[in-house]
């Protein structure tokens, strides 16, 4: 079975950016979709960004379109998240995940592996 480590989270001020890394080591499926999601205290765990097996689809949260950018490097088995244009409510734990996904993308009861997650703060 995959398992998923994260990095590259951190504190930033907002406008600034972050890149979170998620290296799956492991036997994987091929047909994993890999996704990111995050979780703030009170709050239900969203979708913020998948990408499709072959890499040829992508899906983001409204909340983060044109700001984040989801991808892939299948040699390296890294998926990357580049976000951009940080905000104050962007602060949350960033989890990596991985599923065969049939439903829907950015649904977090889509996938069944999970990382550890990696603190995003952004401070205003």
């Known amino acids: 079975q995959v398992q998923l480590v994260e990095s590259g989270g951190g504190s930033v001020q907002a406008g600034g950016s972050l890149r979170l890394s998620c290296l799956a080591s492991?036997?994987?499926?091929?047909?994993?979709?890999m996704g990111w999601f995050r979780q703030s205290p009170g709050k239900e765990r969203e979708g913020v960004a998948v990408?499709?097996?072959?890499?040829?689809?992508?899906y983001y949260a409204d909340s983060v379109k044109g700001r984040f950018t989801i991808s892939q490097d299948r040699v390296k088995r890294t998926v990357y998240l580049q976000m951009n244009s940080l905000k104050p409510e962007d602060t949350a734990m960033y989890y990596c995940?991985?599923?065969?996904?049939?439903?829907?993308?950015?649904?977090?009861?889509?996938?069944?592996?999970w990382g550890q997650g990696t603190q995003v703060t952004v401070s205003s």
């Open positions: 995940a991985a599923g065969v996904v049939r439903w829907s993308p950015l649904s977090p009861s889509s996938y069944g592996i």
């Open positions: 492991g036997s994987s499926s091929s047909k994993n979709y």
């Open positions: 990408i499709s097996p072959g890499g040829g689809s992508t």
